[in-house]
């Protein structure tokens, strides 16, 4: 698993005994249009809402965490470089909202610990950032953003766009919450009663 250096914002867990909350975003299909193996940042492609969505959620105290799996890396469709520039411009169409980018490179059949579902990335947020998990949720367009969620023990948000509307039917377990979109998820995060 590889951090993307924009985590200029890091607050180490001596600075703050606190938990944060944070939001963990898929990146493609949720917080940006899907494009297979999106390689170039010309391609790239915010949503409409996607800036309201991540600004709502930073007004709510969390944590921007993106957590994306990223195998055309090792396939060799692009290179670190290409995807670090991608997340340049996604940081800079957001204003510098995100607070990291986390990615796993593999291959699916690599058994990595870093690739979703399984939990390496959300794990080294929680360790760079003092997250509280109990308050955090994950938020994707795909089962296994769900399974990723489940599996650390975050709340659990499907989103609809992207692959989300084919991958609802193919969920085992209900996430705390379907939305139409990142905008719509965030609305009931942010305003919703525990």
Same mark, same amino acid.
């Given at each position: 698993?590889?951090?993307?250096?924009?985590n %200029?914002n890091?607050?180490?867990a001596?600075?703050?005994?606190q938990?944060?909350?944070?939001a963990? !975003?898929?990146?493609?299909g949720?917080?940006?249009e899907?494009v297979?193996?999106?390689? *170039?940042?010309?391609?790239l492609?915010?949503?409409?809402?996607t800036?309201?969505? /991540?600004?709502?959620?930073?007004?709510n105290?969390?944590?921007? /965490?993106?957590?994306?799996n990223?195998?055309?890396?090792?396939?060799?469709i692009?290179?670190?470089?290409?995807?670090?520039?991608?997340?340049?411009?996604?940081?800079?169409?957001l204003?510098?909202?995100i607070?990291?980018?986390?990615?796993?490179?593999?291959?699916?059949? %690599?058994?990595?610990?870093?690739?979703?579902?399984?939990?390496?990335? !959300?794990? *080294?947020?929680?360790?760079?950032?003092?997250?509280g998990?109990?308050?955090?949720?994950? !938020?994707g367009?795909?089962?296994?953003?769900?399974e990723?969620?489940f599996?650390?023990?975050?709340?659990?948000?499907?989103?609809?766009?992207g692959?989300?509307?084919? %991958?609802?039917?193919?969920?085992?377990?209900?996430?705390?919450l379907?939305?139409?979109n990142?905008?719509?998820?965030a609305?009931?995060?942010c305003?919703r009663?525990?």
């Open positions: 698993m590889n951090t993307d250096k924009s %200029e890091r607050k180490l001596g600075e703050n005994p938990l944060k909350k944070a963990f !975003i898929d990146r493609d949720t917080l940006i899907e297979n193996f999106l390689a *170039r940042v010309e391609d492609r915010l949503f409409p809402f800036i309201e969505a /991540v600004e709502l959620l930073k007004k105290d969390f944590l921007i /965490v993106v957590i994306t990223q195998s055309g890396v090792r396939r060799g692009f290179s670190e470089n290409d995807m670090r520039a991608i997340h340049d411009e996604i940081q800079a169409q204003n510098g909202q607070d990291a980018f986390y990615f796993c490179p593999h291959l699916p059949d %690599e058994n990595c610990a870093c690739r979703k579902p399984k939990t390496q990335m !959300i794990e *080294r947020a929680c360790a760079d950032f003092a997250i998990l109990e308050n955090s949720w994950m !938020i367009d795909k089962k296994l953003d769900i990723t969620g599996n650390a023990k975050t709340k659990t948000a499907l989103v609809l766009t692959y989300g509307m084919k %991958e609802k039917e193919k969920l085992n377990e209900k996430p705390d379907i939305a139409e990142l905008l719509e998820a609305k009931v995060i305003f009663r525990n």
